[in-house]
């Protein structure tokens, strides 16, 4: 070997050294006012964005340890919760948590995923939204609109890539080593997991590459990473409504009813005015009015009466959804974008979702997931699999599956999917309830009664 071979590993190591030495908190105000009686130890902390580049940049992600008021250095097991999406900020479930029954009495640990809005750097795409309303306020519609959002994904792509910013380092394995940078540097042993849709995922992992500081994991409508979210996303919405229309309704030709007659206007245009202003929609914004109601615990309920008005030509609820396309994202979509295509669609084909659409063919071209093929296209990362594995071990410790009746984005079956890898689990599944039954006064119970067992045995 020559001398030059051996200069190189020595530099690859010197620099390997550099990025974990580095990885360190700063204790400074994050983004958010501190609306608890607790006291926060708050802060940023440095970790490489791309480990594995030797030449990565560090990035800053804020973080606040809430502690209870009964709570000592030895005592009481931190609760690390972290948002879904992917794309969902986390910081400000720091002042809400700590009144559920369950976070009364814990330590709260809420990290901010990299990416997402309050990190440094941030994902945001303003460029989509702005492109979006534009589109939406000169009365563009369909694949005009797309267009426009497709443009404002380029645009988006160039301003991050020309920033220096690495999109290959945005995914759910590198924020597994982020977490347990921040939990050496807090010096905590072991934590509870809490993960919400998405984040399962990422707590899972988590467990699985770390089960020593692992005490056990609360999985709130999760999605597995065996699972193909995009190649059976329609199965899961058809599914979940003729389950709610059975329920609600009792009258199973509703369901033969709403498809035909959305079958009928594919091709229609409609209008609504809002302040004056008009708007141009089609069966997909109808759609919408169905699925939104879907996703609720308060409003699934109302899934049936929202498809029996719509099919009676009376579009109510319509505006809500155009207000809500009107808004700006609350998702840092860069964040989503990056880690979906390097993750999901990597590992999915494009054949098996366009065969999904003639077996369900009232949802031909609803876009049941905002990031496809297309959106990979443009925003261009490496699969997370040509240089990475994801942990395949079991996680023997215990856990707690939550999953709704009625969830039509995250099934119950998505949660026994769960069980293969966690054989300690137990999972309850919540009658007519939707999306992160967790959420709910009877999930916070039982959260509460599994999270004090567990502070019992550790």
Known sequence: MTKNFFALIILMLLLGCKNSDLSKILESPVPIDNETNRIWKQGWISVP????????????????????????????????IMSGGPGN????????????????????????????????????????DSLRILGLNNRLWGKQLDSLKALGTQLCYNRLTSQNIDLNGYNSLESVEDINELRKELKIDKMILYGMSYSCNLMAAYAQTYP????????????????????????????????????YSG????????????????????????NSKTYQYTKNELIDIVLFKMSSHHTLSETTSAIENIIDGQHRGIKDIIKYYLEPSGQALGMRYSLWVAEELSQEKEATITEQEKVYSWLIDYPANDVSFETAKIWKVSSLYENRKWPESSYGGPVLILSGQFDPWTPQWYGAEMLQDLPNAKHKIYAKNSHLPGFTEKGFDDINQFINAVKKTN
């Not at 033969?256 to 091709?267: F, V």
């Open 89 to 128: 900020s986390s910081l400000h479930m720091a002042n809400g948590v700590v009144n559920t029954p369950w976070g009364k009495n814990t330590d709260i640990l809420v990290f901010e995923q990299r990416g997402t809005i309050h990190s440094r750097p941030s994902l945001k795409c303003p460029e989509i």
């Open 212 to 247: 020593e500081h692992t005490a056990a994991l609360v999985l709130d409508s999760p999605l597995p990473h065996q699972v193909n979210y995009d190649e059976e996303a329609f199965k899961n919405i058809d599914t979940t409504l003729i389950k709610i229309i059975e329920n």
């Open 251 to 274: 009258n199973t030709k509703l369901y033969t009813d709403w498809k035909n007659y959305i079958s009928s206007i594919k091709n229609s245009v409609f209008e609504v005015s809002i």
């Open 49 to 80: 964005e791309n480990r594995m580049n030797f030449s990565s940049n560090l990035i800053e992600l804020p973080f606040v340890l809430s502690k209870s008021l009964d709570s000592t250095d030895t005592n009481n097991i931190p609760v690390l």
